[in-house]
């Protein structure tokens, strides 16, 4: 059964994961791996470096060992830096490995990197890969507007031309605030786009993602979530704890309005995704 399939039968739970750097033991991440397939997820993506990195074929082989433990993989495929001969080969690598599900993406614009002219934005690349072959697509959206894009009324009607090039459901950046995802789900299927949206939910565990949070990341920050962050920030199991059961909370809602799927920003961290798919497993029916 396809991804999009999946959609129409139930409330789809996935994980995100990435490749570890170059420091770290091949093994951590394959360890992870295996929790993570424990807690039967619908699939797990891995996320795919913008800029070209040598991490990029460690990316690959995750993909791969999902697949090889039974689990859906889905390869995140920014085009901004590649041309169509190096998305061709990294297209050809993947149908090598039998991954056939994608989450096409632009990546983020690197001042230090000049782009590749063949890619402006991802519904380029969902155009192209449709000449490639059978693929699955997906594509990402953004509940509090793409922080390019000048409106998030601009920002539909952009994500309209991505859906009608071909991406068969979406991914939302991560969000805070639940109502941000309730009004830009009204928006979208106002706009005539009606494929399924999986909500993105990043669990905040630990004071370095805090930090990152407040300066980079242009979510807006509910004042349940500064309060909890502010008590606990100094006391690390409390904070990982409030963390979790915000993130719980934050499902528990989305599930009740009937969202399309739960997209789990594990941060390669296979204890927080254990508590949170436990907490919500008969609440999304996993
Ligand atoms: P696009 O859909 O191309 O949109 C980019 C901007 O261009 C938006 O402002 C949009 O409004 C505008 N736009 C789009 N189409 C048009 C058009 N036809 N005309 C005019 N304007 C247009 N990055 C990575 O490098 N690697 C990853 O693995 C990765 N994973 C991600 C996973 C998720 C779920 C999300 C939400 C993001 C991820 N990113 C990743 C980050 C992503 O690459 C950046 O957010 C990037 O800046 C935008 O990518 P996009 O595919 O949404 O771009």
């Keep these: 059964m396809t991804i999009k399939e999946l959609f129409s039968q139930k409330t789809v739970f996935?994980?995100?994961?990435?490749p570890p750097k170059k420091t770290s033991s091949i093994s951590v991440i394959y360890d992870t791996l295996d929790q993570l397939h424990d807690l039967k997820p619908d699939f797990i993506s891995v996320t795919f470096s913008a800029g070209g990195s040598s991490n990029n074929a460690l990316a690959c082989d995750i993909a791969s060992k999902i697949k090889e433990s039974g689990v859906t993989p889905v390869m995140h495929l920014p085009c901004i830096n590649y041309t169509?001969?190096?998305?061709?080969?990294t297209v050809e690598e993947l149908k090598?490995?039998?991954i056939e599900n994608v989450l096409a993406l632009r990546g983020d614009?690197?001042?230090?990197?000049?782009?590749?002219?063949?890619?402006?934005?991802?519904?380029?690349?969902?155009?192209?890969?449709?000449t490639l072959g059978r693929f699955d697509i997906a594509g990402a959206?953004?509940?509090e507007c793409h922080p390019d894009c000048e409106s998030i009324e601009q920002d539909i009607e952009n994500l309209k031309k991505k859906v009608d090039a071909g991406a068969e459901h979406l991914i939302t950046q991560l969000f805070f605030d639940n109502e941000s995802?309730?009004?830009?789900r009204e928006k979208v299927a106002a706009a005539g786009i009606d494929v399924p949206i999986e909500a993105g939910i990043m669990p905040v565990v630990n004071k370095n993602q805090i930090e990152r949070m407040v300066t980079t990341c242009g979510a807006s920050l509910p004042r349940k979530f500064?309060?909890?962050?502010?008590?606990?920030?100094?006391?690390?199991?409390a904070l990982r704890d409030a963390g979790i059961a915000y993130a719980i909370d934050q499902i528990v809602d989305l599930a009740a309005s009937g969202v399309d799927g739960i997209h789990l920003y594990t941060m390669n961290n296979a204890y927080v995704a254990r508590k949170i798919s436990e907490a919500v497993s008969g609440i999304i029916g996993l």
């Design 14 to 18: 996935s994980f995100e994961v990435f």
């Design 141 to 143: 959206c953004y509940p």
């Design 84 to 89: 169509k001969e190096e998305i061709r080969g």
């Design 181 to 184: 995802f309730y009004s830009f």
């Design 109 to 130: 614009i690197n001042p230090d990197i000049p782009p590749k002219n063949d890619f402006r934005y991802a519904s380029d690349l969902i155009a192209y890969l449709k």
């Design 96 to 98: 090598r490995r039998g």
């Design 226 to 237: 500064v309060k909890i962050m502010q008590r606990f920030e100094h006391d690390q199991e």
